[in-house]
Nanobody
């Protein structure tokens, strides 16, 4: 089993920044994709960003492209999501997820493990 724990969420004003972390533990092994998703009240969980094990491939949702940056430190089994120029519409619970696949998926059904989520609130 793999456990994922997110941290770094909080309340920030519009235009501000936050950095989320996702620490993986357990039988993580290697070559797993890490992804970030978010879910706002009353909405479905949506894709935010994903990164391959090597870091050579990253994919972003159009809504965050140019503002968010995903990265990872495999020595620490940790993924990060740097969020800049935050907007009120970025308010959501942010989840990290791990996928053991050769692909770089952007849909929830392709991820095997999920964290409990961390709340991000952006005030206007």
């Amino acid at each position: 089993q793999v456990q994922l724990v997110e941290s770094g969420g909080g309340l920030v004003q519009a235009g501000g920044s936050l950095r989320l972390s996702c620490a993986a533990s357990g039988r993580t092994g290697s070559n797993y994709v890490m992804g970030w998703f978010r879910q706002a009240p009353g909405k479905e969980r949506e894709f935010v960003a994903t990164i391959r094990w090597s870091g050579s491939t990253t994919i972003y949702a159009d809504s965050v492209k140019g503002r968010f940056t995903i990265s990872r430190d495999n020595a620490k089994n940790t993924a990060y999501l740097q969020m800049n120029s935050l907007k009120p519409e970025d308010t959501a619970v942010y989840y990290c997820a791990a996928a053991y696949t050769v692909f770089v998926p952007t849909t929830t059904r392709n991820y095997n493990y999920w964290g409990q989520g961390t709340q991000v609130t952006v005030s206007s």
